[in-house]
């Protein structure tokens, strides 16, 4: 029990489906984060939200939209993907000291993923 | 913009062996260092971290970290390794972005595979 909760584990989806997937923290965390991993490539971060306010965004395509609705829940949103974001996509929270100045001590705390296949 | 470079991508040791990955990061400014790992199956996770202070940090299952400022390393080091250790380790950074926050940047990972 990783505390960071992602649904679907495994997702299939053709290139004009709609789907979502979903993170929940059970952590008291207030940050959430969105990460791309690909084999043979860096983690990338996608997005970030702090206090259910998004405060980065690292040049992600259109097709991909989240949302947070609370500090508990963050959603990513997929529409026309392509063959190429097929990819395990993490989920991660931590506590964010950002108001204090103490953000960069921050300790990610990931979900187990969810592994998106596009055909 | 910072990034992190892991240099060894698989290693493959037997058990006993001694471990050393490299880290290496771009960024002059303070930052904050990490290892995390995966184990198969399983989820990414704390390994160790340095914010200050003695620059040989300890972490869990007798792995450490030695930070070196004049180098911009953060190698991870096991003295014997165990087959329990096969995982994939990244190393991340921790620091300020073009957007004004302290983001985590991650390496690439190495993967390690111990045999019995």
């Known amino acids: 029990e990783t505390g960071v909760t992602q649904t679907p584990r495994h997702l299939v989806m053709g290139m004009t489906n709609k789907k979502s997937l979903k993170c929940e923290q059970h952590l008291g965390h207030n940050a959430m984060y969105w990460y791309k991993q690909s084999a043979k490539k860096p983690l990338e971060l996608m997005f970030v939200y702090s206090l259910e306010e998004r405060v980065e965004n690292n040049s992600v395509p259109s097709r991909f939209s989240p949302e947070c609705p609370n500090s508990s829940h963050l959603f990513l949103h997929l529409h026309t993907l392509q063959p190429e974001d097929s990819a395990l996509y993490l989920c991660?929270?931590?506590?964010?000291?950002?108001?204090?100045?103490?953000?960069?001590?921050?300790?990610?705390?990931f979900g187990e993923g969810s592994r998106l296949t596009v055909l | 913009a910072q990034s992190v470079s892991q240099h060894n991508h698989h290693v493959i040791l037997s058990e006993a062996a001694s471990l050393e990955l490299g880290c290496n990061y771009s960024?002059?400014?303070?930052?904050?260092l990490f290892w995390y790992v995966q184990y198969p199956g399983q989820h990414l996770q704390l390994l160790l971290k340095?914010?200050?202070?003695?620059?040989l940090v300890k972490g869990i299952k007798g792995f450490e970290a030695e930070f070196i400022k004049s180098k911009f390393s953060f190698n991870l080091r096991k003295p014997s390794v165990q087959w329990s250790d096969t995982a994939e380790y990244f190393c991340a950074v921790n620091a300020l972005s073009s957007g004004g926050s302290y983001i985590p940047t991650f390496g690439r990972g190495t993967s390690l595979i111990v045999h019995p």
């Open positions: 960024y002059g400014g303070t930052v904050n």
């Open positions: 991660a929270s931590s506590q964010d000291w950002r108001n204090t100045g103490e953000e960069r001590y921050r300790e990610l705390f």
């Open positions: 340095y914010f200050s202070g003695d620059p």
